[in-house]
Protein backbone atom coordinates (compact mmCIF):
# COMPACT_ATOMS: atom_id res chain seq x y z
CA UNK A 1 0.00 0.00 0.00
CA UNK A 2 1.35 3.01 -1.23
CA UNK A 3 1.36 5.95 2.06
CA UNK A 4 -0.28 9.29 0.92
CA UNK A 5 1.93 12.48 1.76
CA UNK A 6 0.26 16.17 2.65
CA UNK A 7 2.47 18.42 0.46
CA UNK A 8 3.72 21.24 2.00
CA UNK A 9 2.95 24.58 1.10
CA UNK A 10 6.42 26.49 0.42
CA UNK A 11 4.09 29.86 -0.17
CA UNK A 12 3.88 29.85 3.74
CA UNK A 13 5.43 32.69 5.51
CA UNK A 14 8.12 31.37 7.63
CA UNK A 15 7.27 32.30 11.55
CA UNK A 16 8.63 35.15 12.79
CA UNK A 17 11.25 34.50 15.51
CA UNK A 18 12.23 37.99 17.13
CA UNK A 19 14.13 35.33 20.06
CA UNK A 20 18.26 36.36 20.42
CA UNK A 21 20.14 33.11 18.88
CA UNK A 22 21.49 31.31 21.68
CA UNK A 23 20.11 29.84 25.05
CA UNK A 24 16.31 30.53 25.28
CA UNK A 25 16.70 30.47 29.01
CA UNK A 26 19.27 33.22 28.78
CA UNK A 27 17.69 36.35 30.15
CA UNK A 28 17.48 39.65 27.56
CA UNK A 29 20.13 41.95 28.17
CA UNK A 30 19.85 45.60 29.42
CA UNK A 31 18.00 47.82 28.05
CA UNK A 32 20.94 50.55 28.45
CA UNK A 33 23.72 48.24 27.11
CA UNK A 34 22.17 47.32 24.03
CA UNK A 35 19.47 48.67 21.38
CA UNK A 36 17.68 45.58 19.59
CA UNK A 37 15.21 47.04 16.91
CA UNK A 38 11.51 46.10 16.66
CA UNK A 39 9.34 44.66 13.83
CA UNK A 40 7.89 48.28 11.92
CA UNK A 41 4.14 47.79 12.33
CA UNK A 42 3.25 51.16 11.46
CA UNK A 43 2.85 52.33 7.53
CA UNK A 44 5.42 54.35 5.77
CA UNK A 45 5.21 57.87 5.83
CA UNK A 46 3.66 59.46 3.01
CA UNK A 47 5.25 62.02 0.45
CA UNK A 48 4.83 65.93 2.22
CA UNK A 49 2.79 68.21 -0.51
CA UNK A 50 3.73 71.25 0.70
CA UNK A 51 6.34 73.25 -1.61
CA UNK A 52 9.92 73.23 -0.77
CA UNK A 53 12.17 75.52 0.20
CA UNK A 54 13.94 77.68 -2.74
CA UNK A 55 17.06 75.49 -3.72
CA UNK A 56 16.25 72.12 -2.02
CA UNK A 57 14.29 69.11 -3.35
CA UNK A 58 12.24 66.54 -0.94
CA UNK A 59 13.27 62.64 -1.97
CA UNK A 60 10.68 60.85 -2.25
CA UNK A 61 10.06 58.41 0.33
CA UNK A 62 11.38 54.85 -0.31
CA UNK A 63 9.18 52.21 -2.44
CA UNK A 64 7.82 48.85 -0.31
CA UNK A 65 9.76 45.76 -1.40
CA UNK A 66 7.46 44.07 -4.02
CA UNK A 67 5.59 40.85 -2.58
CA UNK A 68 6.74 37.65 -3.48
CA UNK A 69 4.90 36.61 -6.62
CA UNK A 70 3.36 39.68 -7.31
CA UNK A 71 4.50 41.46 -10.97
CA UNK A 72 7.19 44.02 -10.57
CA UNK A 73 6.17 48.01 -12.33
CA UNK A 74 9.31 49.39 -14.07
CA UNK A 75 10.94 52.10 -12.05
CA UNK A 76 9.80 55.75 -12.94
CA UNK A 77 12.74 57.98 -13.90
CA UNK A 78 12.15 61.24 -11.73
CA UNK A 79 12.70 64.14 -13.60
CA UNK A 80 14.67 67.33 -12.25
CA UNK A 81 12.53 70.36 -12.00
CA UNK A 82 14.44 72.72 -13.91
CA UNK A 83 12.39 75.74 -12.01
CA UNK A 84 14.40 74.61 -8.68
CA UNK A 85 17.67 74.46 -10.64
CA UNK A 86 17.45 77.93 -12.12
CA UNK A 87 16.57 79.02 -8.16
CA UNK A 88 19.32 77.54 -7.15
CA UNK A 89 22.05 79.26 -9.59
CA UNK A 90 19.99 82.19 -9.02
CA UNK A 91 20.79 82.38 -4.94
CA UNK A 92 24.04 81.13 -5.69
CA UNK A 93 25.23 83.89 -7.73
CA UNK A 94 23.17 86.60 -5.20
CA UNK A 95 25.31 85.33 -2.38
CA UNK A 96 28.48 85.55 -4.46
CA UNK A 97 27.78 89.26 -5.37
CA UNK A 98 26.48 90.21 -1.78
CA UNK A 99 29.79 88.62 -0.89
CA UNK A 100 31.94 90.91 -2.76
CA UNK A 101 29.56 94.44 -1.90
CA UNK A 102 30.41 93.14 1.71
CA UNK A 103 34.18 93.01 1.26
CA UNK A 104 34.40 95.96 -1.12
CA UNK A 105 32.46 98.09 1.77
CA UNK A 106 34.67 96.79 4.52
CA UNK A 107 37.36 98.00 2.81
CA UNK A 108 36.20 101.08 1.90
CA UNK A 109 34.93 102.22 5.86
CA UNK A 110 38.83 100.60 7.08
CA UNK A 111 40.51 103.49 4.72
CA UNK A 112 37.85 106.23 6.19
CA UNK A 113 38.66 108.68 9.09
CA UNK A 114 35.68 107.83 11.57
CA UNK A 115 34.17 111.02 11.44
CA UNK A 116 33.75 110.30 7.94
CA UNK A 117 31.50 107.41 8.10
CA UNK A 118 27.93 107.75 8.53
CA UNK A 119 26.49 106.80 12.23
CA UNK A 120 29.93 106.82 13.73
CA UNK A 121 30.86 110.23 13.41
CA UNK A 122 31.76 111.64 16.68
CA UNK A 123 29.34 114.01 18.20
CA UNK A 124 30.20 117.56 18.76
CA UNK A 125 31.40 117.59 22.51
CA UNK A 126 31.45 121.86 22.55
CA UNK A 127 35.29 122.00 22.17
CA UNK A 128 36.16 125.41 19.99
CA UNK A 129 37.70 125.74 16.78
CA UNK A 130 41.45 126.79 17.87
CA UNK A 131 43.92 127.74 15.33
CA UNK A 132 47.44 125.45 15.17
CA UNK A 133 48.93 125.89 18.66
CA UNK A 134 52.70 126.19 17.84
CA UNK A 135 55.40 127.73 20.59
CA UNK A 136 57.27 131.01 20.26
CA UNK A 137 61.12 130.77 19.16
CA UNK A 138 63.25 130.99 21.83
CA UNK A 139 66.52 133.48 21.74
CA UNK A 140 69.78 131.63 20.58
CA UNK A 141 71.30 129.55 23.28
CA UNK A 142 68.24 129.74 25.74
CA UNK A 143 66.92 126.79 26.36
CA UNK A 144 63.20 126.45 27.55
CA UNK A 145 61.90 126.55 31.50
CA UNK A 146 61.82 123.24 31.96
CA UNK A 147 64.64 121.92 29.78
CA UNK A 148 67.78 120.86 31.31
CA UNK A 149 68.62 119.06 34.47
CA UNK A 150 68.03 122.47 36.48
CA UNK A 151 64.73 123.23 35.17
CA UNK A 152 65.07 126.70 36.38
CA UNK A 153 61.40 127.81 34.59
CA UNK A 154 62.53 130.92 33.16
CA UNK A 155 60.75 131.59 30.34
CA UNK A 156 63.13 133.30 28.01
CA UNK A 157 60.24 133.78 25.21
CA UNK A 158 58.73 136.85 24.46
CA UNK A 159 55.67 136.94 27.03
CA UNK A 160 52.89 137.86 25.00
CA UNK A 161 53.59 135.57 21.88
CA UNK A 162 52.77 132.89 24.85
CA UNK A 163 49.13 133.85 24.84
CA UNK A 164 46.66 131.63 23.48
CA UNK A 165 45.41 132.90 20.46
CA UNK A 166 41.61 133.24 20.03
CA UNK A 167 39.97 130.14 18.35
CA UNK A 168 37.85 130.71 15.14
CA UNK A 169 34.86 133.37 15.01
CA UNK A 170 35.56 134.62 18.43
CA UNK A 171 35.41 138.74 18.33
CA UNK A 172 38.25 139.97 20.31
CA UNK A 173 38.24 142.11 23.70
CA UNK A 174 40.25 145.49 22.70
CA UNK A 175 40.18 146.17 26.09
CA UNK A 176 43.18 143.94 27.15
CA UNK A 177 45.71 144.82 24.29
CA UNK A 178 47.23 147.19 26.67
CA UNK A 179 50.06 149.60 25.60
CA UNK A 180 52.20 147.29 22.86
CA UNK A 181 50.92 144.21 24.26
CA UNK A 182 51.97 145.09 28.13
CA UNK A 183 48.60 145.43 30.42
CA UNK A 184 48.79 147.75 33.44
CA UNK A 185 48.56 146.70 36.82
CA UNK A 186 45.34 148.57 37.23
CA UNK A 187 43.58 146.85 34.32
CA UNK A 188 44.55 143.52 35.79
CA UNK A 189 43.25 144.60 39.30
CA UNK A 190 39.69 145.32 38.34
CA UNK A 191 38.49 141.97 37.54
CA UNK A 192 38.52 141.59 41.39
CA UNK A 193 35.05 142.57 43.32
CA UNK A 194 36.17 144.26 46.22
CA UNK A 195 37.94 147.33 46.37
CA UNK A 196 40.02 146.08 49.43
CA UNK A 197 40.63 142.55 47.58
CA UNK A 198 42.08 145.27 44.69
CA UNK A 199 44.25 146.70 47.15
CA UNK A 200 45.66 143.75 48.78
CA UNK A 201 46.43 141.74 45.35
CA UNK A 202 47.94 145.04 43.91
CA UNK A 203 50.36 145.26 47.09
CA UNK A 204 51.24 141.80 46.49
CA UNK A 205 52.63 142.49 43.11
CA UNK A 206 54.83 145.14 44.23
CA UNK A 207 56.17 142.94 47.22
CA UNK A 208 56.74 140.35 45.02
CA UNK A 209 58.10 142.35 41.96
CA UNK A 210 56.08 141.38 38.80
CA UNK A 211 57.93 141.98 35.53
CA UNK A 212 55.40 142.02 33.11
CA UNK A 213 51.60 141.50 32.78
CA UNK A 214 50.55 140.57 28.83
CA UNK A 215 46.29 139.27 28.84
CA UNK A 216 44.34 138.63 25.81
CA UNK A 217 40.20 138.11 25.46
CA UNK A 218 37.51 137.27 23.33
CA UNK A 219 33.74 136.35 23.11
CA UNK A 220 32.46 133.81 21.15
CA UNK A 221 29.54 133.52 19.16
CA UNK A 222 27.53 131.81 21.98
CA UNK A 223 28.27 134.51 24.14
CA UNK A 224 31.25 132.95 26.33
CA UNK A 225 33.67 135.57 27.64
CA UNK A 226 37.06 134.70 28.12
CA UNK A 227 39.82 136.17 29.53
CA UNK A 228 43.55 135.01 30.09
CA UNK A 229 46.69 137.02 31.84
CA UNK A 230 49.96 135.93 32.25
CA UNK A 231 52.07 137.37 34.98
CA UNK A 232 56.32 137.50 34.62
CA UNK A 233 58.12 137.06 37.77
CA UNK A 234 61.51 136.86 38.29
CA UNK A 235 62.70 133.69 39.51
CA UNK A 236 59.97 130.74 39.64
CA UNK A 237 60.07 130.52 43.24
CA UNK A 238 58.51 133.52 43.66
CA UNK A 239 55.74 132.89 41.28
CA UNK A 240 55.51 129.32 42.79
CA UNK A 241 54.58 130.94 46.78
CA UNK A 242 52.50 133.61 45.30
CA UNK A 243 50.23 131.41 43.28
CA UNK A 244 50.25 128.68 45.72
CA UNK A 245 49.94 130.44 49.27
CA UNK A 246 48.25 133.92 48.18
CA UNK A 247 45.93 133.66 45.12
CA UNK A 248 44.90 129.90 45.20
CA UNK A 249 44.65 127.21 47.26
CA UNK A 250 42.49 123.78 47.36
CA UNK A 251 39.31 124.88 48.26
CA UNK A 252 38.74 128.19 46.51
CA UNK A 253 39.96 131.15 45.05
CA UNK A 254 41.38 133.30 47.66
CA UNK A 255 39.81 136.45 46.03
CA UNK A 256 36.88 137.26 44.56
CA UNK A 257 36.36 137.64 40.86
CA UNK A 258 33.34 140.46 39.02
CA UNK A 259 30.23 138.08 39.21
CA UNK A 260 31.90 135.06 40.81
CA UNK A 261 31.09 135.76 44.86
CA UNK A 262 31.69 132.20 46.28
CA UNK A 263 34.00 129.34 44.10
CA UNK A 264 34.78 125.74 44.52
CA UNK A 265 37.19 123.58 43.45
CA UNK A 266 36.43 121.72 40.38
CA UNK A 267 36.35 118.08 40.74
CA UNK A 268 35.16 117.37 37.19
CA UNK A 269 38.65 118.68 35.59
CA UNK A 270 40.03 115.77 34.09
CA UNK A 271 43.30 114.70 36.36
CA UNK A 272 44.64 113.22 33.47
CA UNK A 273 45.08 116.26 31.80
CA UNK A 274 47.54 117.38 34.23
CA UNK A 275 50.89 118.89 33.03
CA UNK A 276 54.55 117.95 34.78
CA UNK A 277 55.96 120.95 36.18
CA UNK A 278 52.92 122.98 35.75
CA UNK A 279 50.71 123.53 38.78
CA UNK A 280 46.86 124.11 38.38
CA UNK A 281 44.07 124.82 40.42
CA UNK A 282 40.44 124.98 38.76
CA UNK A 283 37.83 126.09 40.76
CA UNK A 284 34.02 126.98 39.36
CA UNK A 285 31.12 129.30 41.54
CA UNK A 286 29.45 127.83 43.59
CA UNK A 287 25.81 127.16 43.65
CA UNK A 288 23.40 129.36 43.06
CA UNK A 289 24.76 131.85 41.00
CA UNK A 290 23.85 134.96 39.65
CA UNK A 291 22.65 135.72 35.72
CA UNK A 292 26.36 133.86 34.35
CA UNK A 293 28.59 131.61 35.70
CA UNK A 294 32.09 132.13 36.10
CA UNK A 295 34.94 129.58 35.92
CA UNK A 296 38.79 130.29 36.72
CA UNK A 297 41.93 128.44 37.05
CA UNK A 298 45.19 129.41 38.33
CA UNK A 299 48.43 128.13 36.45
CA UNK A 300 51.71 127.95 38.15
CA UNK A 301 54.77 127.56 35.41
CA UNK A 302 57.83 128.46 36.31
CA UNK A 303 58.39 132.00 36.53
CA UNK A 304 55.23 132.63 34.86
CA UNK A 305 51.58 132.97 36.57
CA UNK A 306 48.29 132.77 34.48
CA UNK A 307 44.89 133.28 35.26
CA UNK A 308 41.88 131.98 32.79
CA UNK A 309 38.60 132.53 33.32
CA UNK A 310 35.11 132.14 31.73
CA UNK A 311 31.92 133.28 31.84
CA UNK A 312 28.52 132.83 30.33
CA UNK A 313 25.45 133.98 30.85
CA UNK A 314 23.06 130.82 32.87
CA UNK A 315 25.80 128.00 32.35
CA UNK A 316 29.07 128.15 31.74
CA UNK A 317 30.27 125.28 29.90
CA UNK A 318 32.90 122.96 31.52
CA UNK A 319 34.45 121.65 28.11
CA UNK A 320 35.86 124.75 26.23
CA UNK A 321 37.02 126.27 29.65
CA UNK A 322 38.87 123.02 30.29
CA UNK A 323 40.46 123.40 27.03
CA UNK A 324 41.42 126.27 27.28
CA UNK A 325 42.69 125.72 30.42
CA UNK A 326 44.94 122.82 28.69
CA UNK A 327 46.13 124.66 25.70
CA UNK A 328 47.25 127.80 27.84
CA UNK A 329 49.07 125.21 29.73
CA UNK A 330 50.93 123.38 27.05
CA UNK A 331 52.03 127.05 25.85
CA UNK A 332 53.86 127.66 29.04
CA UNK A 333 55.75 124.21 29.13
Known sequence: MTEQTTPVDDTRPAEDDTRPAGDATRPAEDATSAFVPQPRSEPLPQATTEPAAP????????????????????????????????????????????????????????????????????????????????????????????????????????????????????KADASLRGDDGWLSSKTFLSQYAEKVDRETVGQMLTDYAVRHIAARGWTTPDGTRTRIYLLQFDTAAVAEELASTKLANYGGAQYALTGAATTERDEHFPAASEI?????????????????????????????????????????????????VVLQSQLLD
Open 276 to 324: DDITRFAYTESKPYGSEQVREAYLSAGDTIALVVQSHKGTAAAVPFQQT
Open 55 to 170: GFVVPPPPAAPPLVGEPQEPPVKVRKDRRVLRAVLRWTAATVVFAAVGASAAYGITRMERTDVPGLATEADGRWDYPAITKPPLPSGSPGPFAGADKSGVHSADLRALLLPAPKGA
